[in-house]
Nanobody, 119 residues
Framework: QVQLVESGGGLVQPGGSLRLSCTAS????????MAWYRQAPGKQRELVTA???????NYADSVKGRFTISRDNAKNTVYLQMNSLKPEDTAVYYC?????????????WGQGTQVTVSS
């Protein structure tokens, strides 16, 4: 089992920045892909960005150039730096850890943190 704890959400004005953190209960980055998803009211959960165990990253088109995913292996923490925030970035942001192992697929979620972009 892996527990994921997110923090860093809040209210920010358009154009502002926030950094989200997700700390895992144990060292998993060498075998898990870490990702951030978000879900806005009335919409489906969508993938924002991910970083593989090898360090490769990908981003949704809507956040490219504004958001950056990174990780600190020593702290078992993955970050989402969000710059130039827009009202349409308002959502609950979820941290996800997933891997495909010989014993099966493992998929874990954090509790979510609210990000509200509004003036």
């Amino acid at each position: 089992q892996v527990q994921l704890v997110e923090s860093g959400g809040g209210l920010v004005q358009p154009g502002g920045s926030l950094r989200l953190s997700c700390t895992a209960s144990r060292s998993i980055f060498s075998i898990y892909t870490m990702a951030w998803y978000r879900q806005a009211p009335g919409k489906q959960r969508e993938l924002v960005t991910a970083i593989t165990s090898g360090g490769s990253t990908n981003y949704a088109d809507s956040v490219k150039g504004r958001f950056t995913i990174s990780r600190d292996n020593a702290k078992n923490t993955v970050y989402l730096q969000m710059n130039s925030l827009k009202p349409e970035d308002t959502a609950v942001y979820y941290c996800n850890a997933n891997t495909l192992a010989t014993t099966g697929t493992y998929n874990y979620w954090g509790q979510g943190t609210q990000v509200t972009v509004s003036s």
